[in-house]
């Protein structure tokens, strides 16, 4: 179906010849999207807010992140150690089956004998992110700044150290999935820009399990002041993003599905320029399923979901077209959306579903937002 058949069908829903209502149901779906050249997920921190991209974890109230000043600042009280705080993607992950890229701004003055770093990586257990990662940061000890990687499971931890004469530098980590290589590096992605190549550290030591993106603050008896340790400009620069299907099942349970959109769906969202200012209407996407499939086919349980933002169906309705493929409508609630692509310029939206069956459909559209 092109695109035009799609714009058409969109003028006789709005004058109600839809008449098979699926209603509003609750949960979330996982899915799928990719953008070779726009962000799937940016977060520039300038609105002063967390949204709800992020969930906040902090193992300390003496240590603290909050965003402030257009940026992710992080403080720590003196005589705290061994504690962290951060952010931890909120109910998003990046599938490891895939390629991905990401960067970020990490900025950190102090020069102190005892230690203190900024860590920016992945973790497949998001509720207790310092229990497996691999991290890539910058920090102090011992009066030496340096770039600093850290990889741990369960009781197994290695790190790296290595000079730096930047306090605010911008790291990027780059993935080779069909290798199972882990890049990280100041001066961009791949080997070419690597400082550190770590091979079998995804699949193969967390296989099936989504990877979750955290940034934080980690301190060894050391007070960082406000302003002197902060993030800034996050970027999925291109990868395939997971959802949790339910929030009381773990990622990487045998029972979820894997991330992969089942049935590929034409999707058309509007409006195709999302404005910031102004009325906040919703956000209504167009979804054309594949010939044979019919609206009971819908599992009406769950809702659609659209990524970035993880936004939820606020109302659904599904029909057959005269060429007897089911057209799927669904609203969002755009402000979860615009919290998450916190960046103007174009976007590339995906909205999934599920069907009775187990498996889950959905579709891409681009959008500008300014």
């Known amino acids: 179906m092109t695109r035009k058949q799609i714009q058409f069908i969109m003028m006789v829903v709005s004058v109600g010849i839809v008449t098979a209502y699926l209603g509003i149901p609750r949960g979330v779906a996982w899915g799928q999207t990719t953008a070779p ?7 520039n921190f300038d609105d002063n807010k967390q949204g709800t991209l992020w969930k906040a974890y902090a193992e300390d109230p003496g240590v603290q992140v909050k965003e402030v000043n257009k940026h992710l600042e992080f403080t720590a009280a003196s005589g705290i150690t061994g504690k962290f705080a951060g952010y931890v993607g909120n109910k998003w992950a990046i599938d490891p089956n895939h390629d991905f890229a990401m960067k970020i701004d ?10 203190g770093w900024l860590t920016f990586g992945v973790t497949p257990t998001p509720d207790k992110p310092r229990e497996d990662y691999i991290s890539f940061g910058i920090g102090c000890v011992s009066l ?7 990889y741990k499971e369960g009781y197994e931890v290695r790190w790296t150290f290595q000079g730096r004469g930047k306090d605010k530098v911008t790291l990027y980590i780059s993935y080779d999935s069909a290798n199972d290589i882990l890049y990280m590096g100041e001066a961009g992605y791949g080997s070419e820009n690597a400082w550190e190549v770590l091979p079998d550290v995804l699949r193969g030591r967390w296989p099936s399990k989504p990877m979750y993106v955290f940034v934080g603050l980690y301190v060894e008896d050391v007070a960082v002041a406000a302003g002197h340790a902060f993030a800034d400009n996050f970027a999925l620069e291109s990868g395939v ?7 009381d099942n773990p990622p990487g349970d045998p029972n979820q599905p894997s991330g992969q959109v089942d049935v590929a769906a034409e999707t058309s969202i509007v409006p195709s320029v999302i404005k910031r200012q102004g009325a906040a209407k919703p956000i209504t996407a167009f979804l054309s399923l594949p010939k044979g499939l019919l609206p009971v086919d819908i599992d009406d349980t769950q809702p659609m979901v659209l990524l970035p933002g993880g936004a939820e169906t606020l109302k659904r309705t599904a029909f057959v077209w005269l ?11 755009r402000a979860k959306l615009l919290e998450a692509a916190s960046t103007n310029g174009e976007v590339s939206l995906q909205v999934t579903g599920r069907l009775k069956d187990g498996r889950y459909f959905g579709g891409t559209d681009t959008v500008k937002i300014e």
């Open 37 to 43: 050249v726009h962000p799937v997920v940016q977060d």
């Open 106 to 115: 990490l900025g950190y003055a102090p020069v102190t004998y005892n230690g």
């Open 144 to 150: 030496f700044p340096s770039y600093w990687r850290e």
């Open 241 to 247: 993003l997971v959802s949790a299907t339910k929030p």
């Open 323 to 333: 060429t007897g493929q089911v057209i799927v409508v669904t609203s969002f609630d």
